[in-house]
């Protein structure tokens, strides 16, 4: 059997960048409308997804290279906890039926990051080796 402890830094890096780019791309949407703008959203957006839009380019760009990783999770995982009993949960109690999932996805892995830590490559550890 493999030893699969020596990769888990890594892994959890890996876990880390991807999670942030997939984040980053709920910014995008809301700011450059890039992929594409969010469905049913018009002009002027509304405050509340443009304060969600701002943790999300903020906290996403954070987690990416690893700076003040943990607390950026942490409050990321807030601000998706919030989007879900806020914004899918009113509308029906069953994620799969609101359209949640991707809301408690990301509140959980954030969480995660946020006890676990960034993993390896981050700007964190950089900073902690040359001190």
């Not at 990783?69 to 806020?86: H, V």
């Not at 949640?100 to 993993?119: K, N, R, V």
């Amino acid at each position: 059997m493999p030893n699969f402890n020596s990769w888990t830094p890594n892994v959890l890096a890996i876990l880390r960048i991807v999670t942030a780019l997939l984040f980053l791309e709920h910014a995008t949407m809301k700011f450059l409308h890039f992929p594409a703008a969010i469905p049913g959203v018009g002009s002027p957006m509304p405050t509340l997804l443009l304060v969600a839009g701002l943790i999300e380019a903020v906290t996403s760009v954070l987690m990416l290279v690893g700076y003040q990783t943990r607390i950026a999770a942490f409050i990321a995982s807030g601000e998706m906890a919030i989007a879900y009993f806020k914004g899918h949960m009113p509308s029906s109690f069953w994620p799969t039926l609101n359209m949640g999932e991707s809301a408690i996805f990301f509140c959980f892995i954030f969480l995660y990051i946020a006890f676990a830590g960034g993993g390896s490559w981050t700007v964190d550890g950089l900073r902690r080796s040359t001190v």
